[in-house]
Nanobody, 129 residues
Framework: EVQLVESGGGLVQAGGSLTLSCVLSGFTIRDYGIGWFRQAPGKEREGVSSIRSIDGSAIYADSVKGRFTISIDNAKSTVYLQMNDLKPEDTAVYYC??????????????????????WGQGTQVTVSS
């Protein structure tokens, strides 16, 4: 069974930093994408960043470029999201999700939630002003 478990959320002041972790288990596919999404109350889920396991290539939403960094440790089956210079508008529940680039999928990194077939339970990030 595929499982993704997020951790690292919390309360931080504006300008502060947090690092989220997403531990992966239950699959042996070597080429996959792990995306970080977030959802604030009353808003749609939005993609933040995504990384490809096989080469470490990544994409970022414009709103987090220059502040967030995604990375992967394949030996530990863990994806990290380093978040710096946090702003109140970054407050949301953050989810990690897996895209296994199935035959019928887009086959490249993206921010379409429907392309991601396994999701974690989410971790709350709250940034105070």
């Amino acid at each position: 069974e595929v499982q993704l478990v997020e951790s690292g959320g919390g309360l931080v002041q504006a300008g502060g930093s947090l690092t989220l972790s997403c531990v992966l288990s239950g699959f042996t596919i070597r080429d996959y994408g792990i995306g970080w999404f977030r959802q604030a109350p009353g808003k749609e889920r939005e993609g933040v960043s995504s990384i490809r396991s096989i080469d470490g290539s990544a994409i970022y939403a414009d709103s987090v470029k220059g502040r967030f960094t995604i990375s992967i440790d394949n030996a530990k089956s863990t994806v990290y999201l380093q978040m710096n210079d946090l702003k109140p508008e970054d407050t949301a529940v953050y989810y990690c999700a897996a895209d296994f680039f199935r035959l019928y999928s887009l086959g490249y990194l993206n921010f379409y939630p429907n392309e991601y077939e396994s999701w974690g339970q989410g971790t709350q990030v709250t940034v105070s002003s």
